[in-house]
């Protein structure tokens, strides 16, 4: 395992734990939840008395959170030990190209919902001119992206030191 | 760890206090919206003690016991976090007050609290 090592700084030892593991899982569903209640925060805040102004929440300011939750979707349902070319047995029917394409087509995603939120954020509040209170809800769309991304990079570490744990724990 | 007679009385004492505070809540401003912070934390060990059974943890040849269990995880996660995020959602918007908003924070916390230690107290007996 030692030999087959690629950075120069080692990955620190708490980190190969199941207890970090889960609790990293544990995390990504917390952020998840996190970024889907900023964003329905928003929707409830837009049609509670405190909105005084004509900008509501429709369908269009959820897009971006439907794509960025598409893409994390796709990209932790992947087995993540077909990615690696050089693993034998894989590589020949070309399962790893594949599973390349399909985690392209998850991380195109995600990129993709967090442009849409910028793209809301500044097509809808800030070229109107909108004052603090009601561009909240163009923020909150952008930050509830960012968590979706945050999460799924949380869930994808968390994954990974699976791989580890389970080896240490078969020899 | 053995459970005594003292544990479950304080526990019970702990989920009883939960419960008032969150009812309080809800009947002092009388909106009933926070007592879904209630059934939030009664759900929240629910996805993962489903995928518990489903899945075998221990099977290191089929790897995709694994991914029910995180999946079970995840969902825990979500609700867990659902529970805090819900009442501040609800006073944000001034549908409840954030007195409420904050005594239903806390009464949920001591609901879940007292269900994550009831199911420490009392699994590991059964493990073997």
């Known amino acids: 395992m030692a030999e087959e090592r690629l950075w120069k700084f080692r990955k620190p030892e708490w980190m190969n734990s199941?207890?970090?593991?889960?609790?990293?899982?544990?995390?990504?569903?917390?952020?998840?939840?996190?970024?889907?209640?900023?964003?329905?925060?928003?929707?409830v805040w837009s049609h509670s008395s405190r909105n005084g102004s004509d900008i509501h929440i429709a369908f269009i300011d959820w897009l971006p959170l439907i794509f960025s939750s598409l893409g994390m979707l796709i990209i932790n349902s992947i087995e993540k030990t077909r990615l690696a070319a050089d693993s034998f047995s894989y590589s020949g029917s070309g399962v790893a190209w594949k599973a390349r394409v399909v985690l392209f087509l998850g991380f195109a995603s995600l990129a993709g919902g967090m442009a849409g939120g910028v793209t809301?954020?500044?097509?809808?509040?800030?070229?109107?001119?909108?004052?603090?209170?009601?561009?909240?809800?163009?923020?909150?769309n952008v930050v509830g992206n960012g968590l979706v991304m945050l999460s799924s990079v949380v869930l994808w570490i968390s994954q990974n030191m699976e791989d580890e744990y389970s080896y240490n724990l078969a020899l | 760890m053995t459970a005594g007679l003292k544990t479950i009385i304080s526990l019970s004492f702990v989920l009883?206090?939960?419960?008032?505070?969150?009812?309080?809540?809800?009947?002092?401003?009388?909106?009933?919206?926070?007592?879904?912070?209630?059934?939030?934390?009664?759900?929240?060990?629910?996805?993962?003690?489903?995928?518990?059974?489903?899945?075998n943890p221990d099977d290191f040849v089929?790897?995709?016991?694994?991914?029910?269990?995180?999946?079970?995880?995840?969902?825990?996660?979500?609700?867990?976090?659902?529970?805090?995020?819900?009442?501040?959602?609800?006073?944000?918007?001034?549908i409840i007050r954030w007195d409420a908003c904050v005594m239903s924070i806390i009464g949920g916390g001591l609901i879940y609290g007292t269900i994550i230690a009831f199911s420490m107290f009392f699994e590991e007996e059964q493990e073997f």
Not at chain 1, 127 to 139: E, L, N, S
Not at chain 2, 21 to 49: D, E, G, M, R
Request: proline share 6%; charged share 5%.
């Open chain 1, 18 to 43: 199941a207890t970090a593991r889960s609790a990293g899982v544990y995390g990504a569903g917390a952020l998840f939840s996190l970024a889907f209640f900023t964003l329905l925060d928003a929707a």
């Open chain 1, 120 to 140: 809301v954020l500044v097509l809808k509040y800030v070229v109107p001119g909108a004052p603090w209170p009601t561009i909240y809800m163009g923020i909150s």
């Open chain 2, 16 to 55: 009883a206090i939960g419960f008032l505070l969150v009812i309080l809540s809800c009947a002092l401003f009388h909106q009933y919206l926070p007592l879904l912070v209630v059934a939030t934390y009664v759900l929240a060990p629910l996805p993962n003690w489903i995928c518990g059974r489903c899945a």
């Open chain 2, 62 to 94: 089929e790897s995709s016991g694994n991914a029910v269990v995180d999946f079970g995880r995840f969902c825990t996660g979500f609700l867990v976090l659902m529970g805090i995020a819900l009442p501040v959602l609800l006073a944000h918007s001034a």
